[in-house]
């Protein structure tokens, strides 16, 4: 089953995924800062008694039971925090589907940290199924639920509808025009977040950046996401006709993206901050339609199989750093002859 | 018809070519320093009136009727000196042929600086030829000689023979594990003079050396190419000796080589520095036998074009340095794809 990470989704030249966070504590349950280890156990025994019940091919998993290995995929894939994944004092644990789109944390900020994922732009789908399963697990365990505040959470920014949708956008021409702070201003005066967001192994920016809300109180799911993706949709226009206006020096970006081309198909071994600065470069490629070599799918796949961790699991072996450069060209040649 | 510089000669893993100059003086001529223009002009009368009898298909031009873009394209192959190319104080001129293995200069430090070039390690072929050609020069024109110092050169360290054979030799393997050194001694101890070159737009070395004698009296033309031959089959074959060591570790050759593959077959526009670079490493790449999308003579081909006065001539037009990156793209993917 193909994890949603590689699917290509809508508006993928300039959205990479869409993510719908919803906070919930359970009624008569401790809160973390007061949890003790009982307390904590006794809120997983009940999660893991009523998972079956919830339904959507979801899977019990505490994360003491995950090796260490498994743990950093899931990182790598964002569906937990490396925090999340590292804590070893707490008992924690997620409900996980085979295609990763839903993830669960148990016991993180919150007793339940929900998480729907796409590829592409998909606010209203992923935000409908949150819901959807937020209702189910609600009607399993009741949330704790004020008249004024809406539902409890650890953190008083969450308070509300418990809702945060987060849009990762590649805005590689706003970036490289300027046009990127005419932009945030905008975004921001609109009671939204948008913040860059830096590569993992490398210190230079991927042009990425994401857009949530800041808003969860006094405002419906159904207004906030109708707010996020007018906004989105004005970013995509907006990074679209930047790229339209370098589309004008065609040739400096067609150099710059074939070399990168040329690099990953005939590198022998390639680091892992290497290889990210690359894929960024090819990803221009496809987005901005000069690439006919590849595809974002393709590209989706390299970018996920050439993670330390998940090349590990994809090749079936642990590896050293030496080593892990070496089949990290391998997979990345696999993947372009597929 | 093939330029020699285009062709694959013998031993083209090592040796990039060979070369015997002969510099000889005409007697009743006045030398350099004593030479008047009238001097000058009667030198080249007496040239041109006799070249259709000295055969091989060469042919008398002045330097002053050659353009300066076929001046700077002779130079780029290294038939003239770029001091010779750009001395428009003196009446000079070249006999050439068509493949390009003969270039007779006249009116540089001596009267007549007699060329043979080949590719590869030719050093009996390329002397005979030179001698050969002497020979006929010498029956129309005697040269100026002496019992006591052979003959009579503008500098005295080429009386005698007045010949030099050089060879170029592409010694990486060498240079990269520090035997050069031990060579360099061995080789300048047998009274030969060995000197790494640099590339031309680069400061970095292309571990590219030249082997030429330093004698030319006292020693019969035979005996100095007998040297020379022997000299330079022992550095053949440390050379090689040293690759196979080399070899061991060829995961980071490989991936060098290749690399550079990939940027050469897909870039849109690259410097003449930076080309230059890249065909060298590409070039290990055939002579250490593990690249297999090129040839010796495809790189030879490529070497030539991608100078800037030589691809200006290919592509049949002037261009500034902008216009000259993207058509030196250009015509390194038309070789790759011959």
Chains 1, 2 share one sequence.
Request: charged share 30%; with cysteine.
């Amino acid at each position: 089953m193909l994890s949603w990470y590689l699917e290509s989704g809508k508006e993928n030249d300039v959205i990479i995924s869409t993510r719908v966070r919803i906070a919930r504590n359970i009624k008569g349950f401790p809160y973390k800062l007061k949890q003790s280890k009982e307390d904590e156990k006794a809120l997983l025994s009940k999660i893991k008694e009523i998972t079956p019940q919830i339904g959507y091919g979801l899977k019990f998993l505490e994360l003491k039971d995950i090796d260490d290995l498994t743990k950093m995929t899931l990182v790598e894939k964002h569906l937990i925090s490396p925090e999340f994944a590292m804590d070893d004092k707490r008992q924690t644990a997620i409900l996980l589907n085979d295609e990763e789109n839903i993830c669960i944390m148990i016991n993180e900020e919150d007793h339940i940290r929900l998480q729907v994922f796409s590829s592409g732009l998909a606010i209203e789908e992923a935000k409908n199924l949150a819901i959807e399963i937020e209702n189910k697990i609600g009607k399993l365990l009741p949330y704790d639920y004020s008249e004024k505040y809406g539902f409890i959470t650890s953190c008083p920014t969450n308070f509300g509808t418990g809702m945060r949708i987060s849009i990762m956008a590649q805005l590689t021409a706003l970036d490289k025009t300027g046009n990127i702070r005419k932009v945030l201003e905008v975004v921001q005066n609109l009671g939204m977040n948008i913040r860059g967001i830096y590569g993992e192994g490398s210190k230079t920016s991927a042009n990425i950046y994401q857009i949530s809300n800041k808003q969860t109180l006094g405002i419906s799911e159904e207004q906030l996401a109708k707010n996020i993706k007018q906004i989105t949709e004005k970013i995509i226009e907006q990074e679209r006709l930047a790229r339209k206006l370098l589309g004008k020096n065609e040739l400096e970006l067609e150099d710059k993206v074939y070399r990168a081309y040329g690099i990953l198909k005939y590198c022998r071994k390639i680091s892992s901050s290497e290889c990210e600065k690359i894929l960024a470069d090819v990803k221009l490629g496809t987005d901005f339609g000069i690439l006919n070599e590849l595809n974002d799918a393709k590209i989706k796949k390299m970018q996920l199989y050439t993670k330390p961790a998940n090349l590990q699991k994809f090749i079936g072996k642990k590896q050293d750093a030496y080593e892990r450069d070496i089949s990290r060209a391998n997979v990345i040649k696999q993947i372009i002859d597929e």
